[in-house]
């Protein structure tokens, strides 16, 4: 089975393609519409240089985006824009960490939206964690100090070629 690096392109196409091969996130998600920009805040020493942007777009059910995109983007288009270090959305992926639970201790900070608005979808955020992590991935603390540098030139290359 192939890994895939957390916060890389890779990771974000085969999510979205085994969420469209999936009837049942569609069917989870079938009464949300909601563009939502998940802010990964800097931590070079996990060979993330500078804050990056994601982001998950629904229209009922439907998943229409799944992708980087650059925080004017973010600030302009999504609903909401959720903001942690690359370590805590690791905890979350990984479920050792709950979403809600996150937001109300304020280890997720609420860039565009607001907190109520963020509790009314918190219900969708184990689905949405699952759609993420069907696959095998890597985590930046899981790699060798040389693997870390090679993610960390990945990650420059992408967001140079992607504009984001």
């Not at 799944?66 to 905890?91: G, H, N, V």
Request: hydrophobic residues 40%.
């Amino acid at each position: 089975m192939t890994t895939y690096q957390y916060c890389t392109p890779e990771w974000l196409a085969e999510s979205a393609k085994r969420y469209q091969e999936d009837p049942n996130f569609h069917k989870t998600f079938q009464k949300l519409s909601l563009k939502v920009a998940f802010r990964i805040l800097a931590d070079p020493a996990l060979g993330i240089d500078q804050d990056i942007v994601f982001a998950a777009y629904i229209n009922q059910g439907d998943l229409e985006k799944l992708a980087f995109i650059s925080k004017a983007e973010a600030e302009s288009d999504a609903d909401f824009i959720l903001a942690t270090s690359p370590r805590q959305w690791s905890k979350i992926l990984r479920k050792e960490s709950m979403f809600a639970g996150d937001v109300m201790m304020g280890r997720i900070t609420i860039d565009k939206g607001s907190k109520p608005g963020v509790i009314k979808i918190a219900p969708y955020s184990t689905a949405f964690v699952n759609a993420l992590t069907q696959i095998d991935v890597q985590y930046p603390d899981e790699m060798s100090p040389e693997e870390l540098e090679i993610y960390r030139d990945t990650i420059n290359q992408f967001r140079t070629a992607l504009g984001v």
